[in-house]
């Protein structure tokens, strides 16, 4: 168990529609990533957070966007969703220390029907 | 042409074998480098952590890195069915607790019994 917790784990929506992917960091984790998997594709990294603060972006579309509460808890905000969003999220979490590693959590994985 | 380079797979070998995994990369700033395992349905799970070239053995598990080739290579020896799962190479110019990391698209290994 890495800790770091992912709900919900499966979504199912329409074309269209808008979703909320949740994120609970480790505990004494600042900084949240989200990643996207596709098949075949790797991990592409969308957005980083630290401490509340948008740090870093990658190529995340202008219809997604996040956020991190002051709890550290972070949310994937998705919306007008088209067929090919569907694929696995992940989020991961680290310490701000120089070569702390990211620790994952399980993903949610978005089905667009 | 993307900044790392894995190749996919699928990789089966019987049990007891030595796997090779190997990513190459193009982008030269890059100086930590990673390898994470992930089982279906889970999260990426960090297997090795290495810094600029060199090697580094963690039980049956060794990570080699050749930064004036660009190329970083996984050892599995003796490997097990349990060792069956997709493995990631990922990479960064910075720290890893500071940044997002940059992903190969992941080779799958099974291992059969």
């Known amino acids: 168990d890495s800790g770091v917790t992912q709900t919900p784990k499966h979504l199912i929506t329409a074309t269209g529609q808008r979703v909320t992917l949740r994120c609970s960091p480790r505990?004494?984790?600042?900084?949240v990533y989200w990643y996207q998997q596709s098949l075949d594709q790797g991990l592409q990294f969308l957005i980083q957070?630290?401490?509340?603060?948008?740090?870093a972006k990658g190529n995340i579309l202008e219809r997604f966007s996040a956020q991190q509460f002051p709890d550290l808890h972070s949310e994937l905000n998705l919306s007008s969703l088209e067929l090919g969003d569907s694929a696995l999220y992940f989020c991961?979490?680290?310490?701000?220390?120089?070569?702390?590693?990211?620790?994952f959590g399980d993903g949610t994985r978005l089905s667009i029907l | 042409q993307k900044e790392v380079e894995q190749d996919p797979g699928p990789l089966s070998v019987p049990e007891g074998a030595i796997v090779s995994l190997n990513c190459t990369y193009s982008?030269?700033?890059?100086?930590?480098f990673m390898w994470y395992r992930q089982y279906s349905r889970k999260g990426p799970e960090l297997l090795m952590y290495t810094y600029s070239s060199g090697n580094k053995e963690d039980g049956r598990f060794t990570a080699q890195v050749d930064k004036s080739s660009k190329y970083i290579s996984l050892f599995i020896r003796d490997s097990q069915p349990s060792d069956s799962a997709t493995y990631l190479c990922?990479?960064?110019?910075?720290?890893?607790?500071?940044?997002?990391?940059?992903f190969g698209s992941g080779t799958r290994l099974q291992v059969q019994p």
């Open positions: 505990s004494g984790d600042l900084s």
């Open positions: 957070y630290y401490n509340g603060e948008e740090r």
């Open positions: 990922a990479m960064s110019a910075v720290p890893t607790g500071r940044r997002a990391l940059t």
């Open positions: 991961a979490s680290s310490t701000e220390g120089s070569n702390q590693p990211q620790h």
């Open positions: 982008n030269s700033a890059f100086q930590y």
